[in-house]
């Protein structure tokens, strides 16, 4: 009885380890500059598990589009929320999703998932 015990401490153990580092703490998913196309900023963003690149830089003042490419069936994914700029967007699975950003001012502004689980950030600067 004892080993059995100790066997379910040691796997309960392990479980709380994995979600307190899923869930709260941060994941270097990559950094993207993006690159000017017609005029425009274009970056592309993978929808899978998450975003990846999570973090996009902008430069100040030059059009911007963020195309999410969503990969991930899971419902939690399905959106994507900038509240900085008033972006709340489906995200069609196996297509490419575009949204045009306002660049005209520098700052860090954050976006997720319509559940607020999965995050990433724009840099405009």
């Known amino acids: 009885m004892l080993v059995s015990q100790g066997l379910t401490l040691v796997i309960v153990a392990v479980l709380i380890v994995l979600i307190v580092w899923w869930f709260f703490l941060p994941h270097d998913r990559g950094q993207v500059q993006a690159t000017i196309q017609g005029g425009k900023q274009v970056v592309q963003v993978t929808v899978d598990g998450g975003y990846q690149p999570e973090t996009v830089v902008l430069k100040q003042g030059i059009p911007a589009q963020i195309q999410f490419d969503r990969r991930d069936p899971s419902s939690c994914l ?17 297509a490419i999703t575009k949204i045009d950003l306002d660049t005209s001012k520098p700052g860090q502004y954050t976006y997720a998932c319509g559940m607020d689980m999965f995050h990433g950030q724009v840099i405009i600067k």
């Open 78 to 94: 399905e959106q994507v929320v900038f509240p900085d700029f008033g972006v709340n967007q489906f995200l069609t699975e196996k």
